[in-house]
């Protein structure tokens, strides 16, 4: 099982914590009460490859379609629905979300190719993520990719335990379908605000694949360069 990058220090730490901890408990209970110490050992173990569950980094062969947009996380389909965006387009936009639970990938990856015109971080409060609210008012950074004539904006949201947003992109930059975008860490929710009248290849409670699974349809794409897209990126 890969690991990615993101998660080489939490579990550093993570592992560090359990050593110390059991060392300390077997040193002064092992004798007096080796269950409890089991018990604390058993917990701990489940608790640090939990952690390295979390940053795991699946091999898979990635979707690439000129015409397609790609689910950018892994997850559940929770909002289909149209919005009225304040914050970039100003205008109305269909807007698909999914919720990352803490089992799922939290590699966030690039929907469709082309240019990042936006790209901005806001801080924010900590609801649940499945909370209409948090599309808004939570932490979160968006980032705008424009291919030919067609916009489109993503969303990565925290959530009341996912308090930590890293993205890769910056203002400018060409963009391949399937690379990575960025990571959140600990449970959170992407949103993707489309055009209206998207075609969409995703059904409400839907589970999703980041990288994977076709959103939607957008015809008027200009095509992907499929050399950039690398399996594991």
């Known amino acids: 099982m890969n690991i990615h990058k993101e998660g080489y220090r939490s579990i550093a730490l993570g592992a560090l914590i359990f050593g110390a901890t059991n060392i300390i408990v077997f040193f002064f209970f092992s004798a007096s009460m080796p ?8 917990v701990s173990f489940i608790l640090l490859l939990f952690i390295i569950s979390f940053f795991r980094s699946p091999k898979r062969n990635f979707t690439v379609a000129h015409h397609q947009v790609i689910c950018p ?5 929770v909002v289909i629905e149209e919005i009225t965006d304040t914050e970039f387009f100003k205008d109305k936009r269909l807007q698909v979300s999914i919720f990352m639970s803490p089992a799922n990938v939290h590699i966030n990856r690039i929907p469709m190719s082309g240019e990042v015109e936006y790209s901005q971080y806001h801080k924010g ?11 808004t008012e939570n932490e979160r950074h968006s980032v705008v990719i424009k291919s030919d004539n ?9 959530g009341a335990v996912a308090k930590r947003i890293v993205n890769y992109l ?3 930059q060409k963009v391949h379908q399937g690379n990575e975008m960025g990571f959140i860490k600990f449970g959170s929710r992407v949103d993707v605000l489309l055009p209206v009248g998207t075609e969409l290849n995703v059904t409400l409670n839907q589970n999703v694949k980041g990288g994977v699974t076709v959103l939607a349809t957008i015809n008027t794409l200009v095509p992907a360069n499929e050399e950039n897209i690398q399996e594991n990126k």
């Open 150 to 158: 067609v916009e489109i904006l993503v969303k990565q949201i925290a």
């Open 125 to 135: 409060k900590y609801l649940v993520a499945w909370n209409p609210k948090s599309s």
């Open 170 to 172: 910056s203002v400018g």
């Open 35 to 42: 269950v409890v110490t089991l018990i604390v050992f058993i």
């Open 73 to 77: 996380a892994d997850g559940k389909v």
